[in-house]
Each structure stands twice: as C-alpha cells, then as structure tokens.
C-alpha cells in the first residue's frame, strides 16, 4: 500500500478556482514514477467516479463533466500530482481522492472536501 495524503479541499464559490494535491510521502521518486495517478471524487449518494488520471510518461484523460476545467499534473521529483480546478459548478462538490494504481492494484488517500456554492 501507498501513503497518499490529499490536501486543497476548501468551500468555493461557483465560477472560483481550487488546486489539490496529493503526495506520496514515504514513496521513493523512482517508484512513484512507475504509477498511474488518478483523481476520483464522490458526491453524496453517488459512486465513486474518476475523473483525471496521468501516467509517466503519457497524456492525462479526462472525464467529460470536468473536461476543459479541470487540469491534472503530476511532479514525480517532489512525489506529487496535482488537480488544477477552474470554473467551479456546485455539482463539483463532493470528496476528492487520489489513488495510485500500480499495475491494477490500486492505493487510495483519505480524500479532501470540496464545496462549491452557488
């Protein structure tokens, strides 16, 4: 299992901006490079839906409902992959989580909060 500790989760306005992160603390650089990083989020009585994912090396996918707002990236020096959310939607709320997968197993964070207001 892989240590992933999210973070960014705030309350926003529609139409704002939030950037969370993800870090894998106690995975050497060189092994983290080796994942497929992913965002997930989960709205209150809905599943659990991914929504950005970026291998390495390799293009980054998007679900269509935050595709063109949201924005993945990743940074295998400082362990870290990072959503860039821009346009806000209320339907946006939900809990963020980041998931490693390696090769199919697949490690998650604890997830973050993020609340978007109308």
């Known amino acids: 299992q892989v240590q992933l500790v999210e973070s960014g989760g705030d309350l926003a306005q529609a139409g704002g901006s939030l950037r969370l992160s993800c870090k894998a603390p106690r995975t050497i650089f060189s092994v983290f490079r080796g994942f497929t990083m992913e965002w997930y989020r989960q709205a209150p009585g809905k599943e659990r839906e991914l929504i950005a994912s970026?291998?390495?090396?390799?293009?980054?996918k998007y679900a269509e409902s935050v595709k063109g707002r949201f924005t993945i990236t990743r940074d295998n020096s400082q362990k870290v992959v990072r959503l860039q959310m821009s346009s806000l939607k209320p339907e946006d709320t939900a809990i963020y989580y980041c998931a490693a997968d390696e090769g199919g197993r697949r490690s998650w964070g604890r997830g973050t909060q993020v609340t978007v207001s109308s």
């Open positions: 970026v291998g390495d090396p390799g293009s980054a």
